[in-house]
Every structure is written in structure tokens, then in C-alpha cells.
């Protein structure tokens, strides 16, 4: 069996997103099938691996262009047996090349284009134009891979024209060789965080749907001893860095120990500050994966986030990690009804684990253990083999 799978960028440059779930699922898949990887932006191309120009420079790029150069890759897929896209950016690709060739798409989604609106710097025609390339493409898909309960259940409500029957749900995997406990400490000074202290670990882009401005209200009350690191691997919108540089300025007022490390740290880098965190939160908004806090628990790192989509999923409340239940607003932004109460609700779970060192401690080699039974990428590629199966003997 062939399959070509289709993503935007291979292999990864960041240790997050679609790109390191597709570049390590590659890597599971082709100890059991031939996999093409067809991509438009290839770092380090090997082999089975096809580059196609991304169109235009990343702030020129839009979703008609990319709709074009999809077509190419689409083209090229006429000795597949099964086609895989990921992401709106090949969604469309995918769609055609399945029906020009007759074969089977398949199609994962790790999030939906409603959900990444706020974060979307497209105009509203171009986020539209996206909106539709991925829900025409998920409406006549073959079968649909969500890459959480939660999210399946998002995408049944949001796309009644997706038959449940069609969908099913495959995490994401972990590396826990690479990402593991990490005892050494110079990556930290370099960053300059001292390791006497203890301290809490934020890794994300500066969003609104990552809620960094409920982290940074909860630190006022941290304990006095306590180091905040936030790893800001991206801009957020103008907006919202504007409310976290005020929120930040003020909590430098009160507190030493607080510490922004903007752009993508170098993985052993930030292995070695994820696994040195007292605390690694995530008090996330909307988490349709909830697969960063994988690294976490890979590395015995305790987590603290919030109770929303596919964390549950994930981190285990008492077990793994603690979870922070909100209310949230009607208007399904994901925003508390009480920002203040969330806040304090985070401050009280983090200041438990500093209290604490046996608590973080024994949560931390929990998350260890379930990181390397529950989310190996073997598992992961082997339940993906298992749909192209299906569909290639029902074709």
C-alpha cells in the first residue's frame, strides 16, 4: 500500500502543531506502509519527500493561492492508494486528488477554522475562502481523523454534513526519549532563571485562546519564592500583546522572577526547562488536542490547566496533573464568567505544587508513565493504518 500524505510543512521547525504531528507520524507510519510525503515547505527533504514552492512569502500567502498550488500536488498523487491531508492548506488538495484518482481521503483535523479565527490574520474573504476548503473537504472525506473526543464533537456540531460514522478520534503520540526528565541546569542559567528557585513554566503563542492573561493575573499571587518563565514561541494579535505587556509590566512591580523568552527555543533547551518547572500550566481557553502538555508529562513535569476540550483527554486530575474548572460564557468564546475567580483557582493549584515538592514530584512521574503507555506514536500510526485498511478493502 501507498499513501501520500499531504501537509504544509515537513519536517517540522518547532517542536508544536501540525507540523511535529505530521513529521512524527510520518516516521511511526513508514515502519508499516510507504508513505510520500508531499509537502510545500521541506526543510531537510528526505527521501519519499516532495517539495512543492509555498506560494508566495508567509505574510503573502492566502487561501486562494494555496487552493492553486494544491492542484499540483493533487496531480502527482495518481499512483496512491490512500491520500492523508492535514491542515486547510492541503485539505483541498487531498479532496481532489481522491476524486480524480478515485481513491480514498482521508483527512485530520487538529482543530477547527472557527477556533482559529482570533488567531487568523487572514481577512474576513480569505478566512472564509479557508473555512470552506476544509469544510467542503471534511463533508465528502472518506474517513476523518479528530484529534480529540472533544474535537470530533466539535466538528459533528459545527459540520452536520460529517457522518459520524466516518469520524473517529486518534491522539497525538509523544517521544519520551526525546522528551524526558532532564536533571542539568545550565540551560536554565543561560536563560537566566535560577534553578535554586522554583519555579512556573507557560509555552505557548501569546493568544487570547491560550488565556496567558489569566496566567499572568493568577502569578500576583503565587508564592513570593516563585520564578514565572513564559515561553512565547509566536506573536499573539496586536490586542491582546498590548493587554499582556500591561499585565506583565505590572506584575514585574510586585514580584522578581519574571521571565519572557520570545521565538522557538532549540528542543534540548526547552526539554531542560520543561522538565526543571515546578509547574507547567496551560490555562487554555480552547484545546482541541491538549497535546502540549504531553511534553510536560513526558519530561515528569507536573501540569496545571484548565478543564476545557481535549485536556480531560490527557492530563489526569489528581493523578498526572491538577484541572481547573471555570464557567464558561455562552458565547462559546471560551471566556470565564468570572475572570477573577479562574485566577485565583489557578494561583491555589500552582501554590499546592510549590507547597508541595512530593506532590509535583509524584504527579510529574505519573504523567511519565501514561505519556509512555497511553501516547506512543507506534500506537498512533498503527490505529491510522487501520482506517486506510478499511477503506482500501472496501474500495
Not at 508513505?35 to 528526505?46: I, P, Y
Not at 469544510?135 to 472533544?150: K, N, T, W, Y
Not at 460514522?165 to 497525538?172: G, L, M
Amino acid at each position: 500500500m501507498r499513501v501520500d500524505l499531504l501537509t504544509r510543512q515537513y519536517p517540522a521547525k518547532s517542536d508544536g502543531g501540525a507540523g511535529a504531528h505530521t513529521t512524527e507520524l510520518t516516521k511511526a507510519l513508514r515502519r508499516l506502509v510507504d508513505v510520500r510525503v508531499r509537502c510545500f515547505d521541506s526543510g531537510a527533504a528526505g527521501p519519499d519527500t516532495y517539495s512543492y514552492r509555498e506560494p508566495g512569502s508567509p505574510s503573502e500567502s492566502s487561501a486562494l493561492q494555496f487552493l492553486n498550488a494544491g492542484l499540483g500536488m493533487a496531480d502527482d498523487c495518481f499512483s496512491a492508494d490512500v491520500v492523508h491531508s492535514h491542515t486547510w492548506y492541503t485539505n483541498a488538495a487531498g479532496h481532489v486528488a481522491g476524486r480524480l484518482y478515485g481513491i480514498p481521503h482521508v483527512m485530520t483535523m487538529r482543530s477547527l477554522a472557527t477556533d482559529r479565527a482570533d488567531e487568523s490574520e487572514q481577512a474576513g474573504g480569505e478566512h472564509a475562502l479557508s473555512d470552506w476548503m476544509e469544510r467542503a473537504s471534511a463533508g465528502e472525506a472518506d474517513a476523518l481523523i479528530a484529534g480529540s473526543a472533544a474535537l470530533r464533537e466539535d466538528i459533528l456540531a459545527a459540520y452536520p454534513e460529517v457522518a459520524p460514522e466516518k469520524t473517529q478520534v486518534i491522539h497525538s503520540g509523544i517521544d519520551t526519549e526525546l522528551w524526558r526528565p532532564d536533571p542539568r541546569t545550565a540551560e536554565l542559567e543561560q536563560l537566566g532563571v535560577d534553578p535554586e528557585r522554583p519555579f512556573v513554566l507557560f509555552l505557548g503563542r501569546p493568544t487570547r485562546r491560550r488565556g496567558l492573561v489569566h496566567l499572568l493575573r493568577a502569578a500576583a499571587e503565587f508564592r513570593p519564592q516563585a520564578q514565572l518563565v513564559l515561553c512565547c514561541e509566536g506573536p499573539g494579535a496586536p490586542e491582546t500583546e498590548r493587554e499582556v505587556a500591561a499585565l506583565l509590566e505590572e506584575l514585574e512591580r510586585l514580584r522578581s522572577g519574571v521571565i519572557r523568552i520570545d521565538g522557538a527555543l532549540a528542543q534540548p533547551s526547552l526539554r531542560q526547562l520543561i522538565a526543571q518547572a515546578t509547574a507547567f500550566v496551560q490555562p487554555s481557553l480552547r484545546e482541541p488536542t491538549g497535546a502540549v502538555n504531553l511534553k510536560a508529562m513526558a519530561c515528569g513535569t507536573a501540569v496545571v490547566a484548565t478543564a476545557v476540550g481535549a485536556v480531560p483527554e490527557i492530563v489526569a486530575h489528581g493523578d498526572t496533573g491538577l484541572l481547573v474548572p471555570y464557567e464558561q460564557r455562552a458565547d462559546g468564546s471560551g471566556d470565564p464568567v468570572d475572570p477573577l475567580r479562574l485566577a485565583a483557582d489557578l494561583a491555589t493549584s500552582v501554590n499546592s505544587l510549590i507547597d508541595d515538592p512530593e506532590l509535583a514530584e509524584r504527579l510529574g512521574a505519573a504523567g511519565r508513565r501514561r505519556a509512555a503507555t497511553d501516547f506512543r506514536w507506534d500506537d498512533a500510526a498503527a490505529r491510522t493504518l487501520a482506517v486506510y485498511q478499511r477503506l482500501t478493502a472496501d474500495s
